[in-house]
């Protein structure tokens, strides 16, 4: 027998061994829109400190102070210095700008952009291609010190806010580059009752899942609903 012949390989991972991500502060960016404002809560409801940021902190605070649940409000950069895993949920017209500012704030941060790059004319909503080719890339590129992920994309922002809604029923996609950051992300994608994070990829394949976001536009016009997605045999 060889020396060869006698290592052993380490049992693979359990992709669905995933950390304990109570104790993490969570910052909105953008908390004060739909989106935003919903995940917040959500995050909140289910234990998790969570900042809500906004460029004017009064309206951050008003918001928070309306959720309740313990969030607290504050502006962008505040939002970002005191949390350990930032939200990007602002508009796609001022997704640049704003993270462009926060570079500094959002040094050695998770980063999770779940921001839609959409245009709508009289045919409805349709995917827009950035110059980086995602919004996720183009944060990466403007947060060389952060590190980026994507995440929450799909998600129903009436659904979120409806406090009479007890569970999410969906699958939450979550794209990175480092194993460890996506994982946290999935975990706590995990902590909001009735979602699950699923890797889905590395940031290069964000762009079809921030363009999904028209197709279910296209199906919540039609059917009149909030849908979401679940992922099969998984």
């Not at 899942?209 to 197709?215: I, K, P, Q, R």
Request: charged share 25%; with cysteine; net charge negative.
């Amino acid at each position: 027998m060889t020396s060869s012949d006698s290592v052993q390989k380490a049992p693979a991972k359990d992709p669905w061994d995933l950390p304990d991500v109570s104790g993490l502060v969570v910052g909105v960016i953008g908390g004060t829109g739909p989106q935003g404002k919903g995940l917040a809560y959500r995050f909140a409801r289910a234990g998790q400190k969570v900042v809500l940021g906004s460029r004017a902190a009064e309206r951050a605070r008003a918001a928070a102070e309306e959720l309740g649940h313990g969030v607290e409000g504050a502006d962008n950069a505040e939002c970002a210095r005191r949390s350990d895993v930032v939200i990007v949920a602002v508009p796609w017209e001022g997704h640049g700008e704003t993270l462009a500012a926060l570079r500094e704030e959002l040094a050695g941060k998770i980063v999770v952009d779940c921001v839609n790059p959409l245009g709508f004319d009289k045919k409805g909503a349709y995917a827009l291609r950035p110059e980086e080719g995602s919004a996720a890339q183009q944060a990466a590129a403007l947060l060389p010190d952060s590190r980026v992920t994507a995440a929450f994309h799909h998600l129903s922002a009436v659904l979120l806010q409806d406090p009479g809604i007890e569970e999410i029923d969906t699958d939450v996609m979550v794209l990175g580059e480092e194993r460890a950051d996506v994982e946290t992300v999935q975990a706590l994608a995990s902590r909001i009752p009735g979602m699950r994070g699923v890797f889905a990829g590395r940031l290069r394949n964000a762009h079809q899942v921030e363009s999904l976001v028209a197709n279910l536009i296209s199906v919540n016009r039609r059917y009149k609903a909030h849908a979401g997605l679940r992922l099969t045999d998984v």
